[in-house]
């Protein structure tokens, strides 16, 4: 989170972060399968609130950029490198910053 809110004041990084995750959804088809729209979308949120063509709290700026930080990131929790299993803890914590996006923009 850390790191999130130093990308999220900084557009350079966050450029390539956003890249990254980009190019890591185009490079595993089959992976996160019912995560892989939602993590799109993130994409295009955090592109857009950078931007400032949205105008998103910045807690879930941050938090948006921490889950795209450690998705992109190969050695977590879990390395990717580990077939089958690598990508768990991505869908994982993605699937809590999902979840925590639509519950804080629905309220």
Known sequence: MRHARRVASDGAPAVRILSAASQRLEGRPGALRGLRADVATLVRLARAAL?????LPGRLLVTVLAGLIYF?????????????IGLLDDAAVLGWVVSRLRKDLGA
């Open 51 to 55: 931007a400032r063509q949205y105008r």
């Open 72 to 84: 992109v990131n190969p050695l977590d929790l879990i390395p990717d490198a580990i077939l089958g």
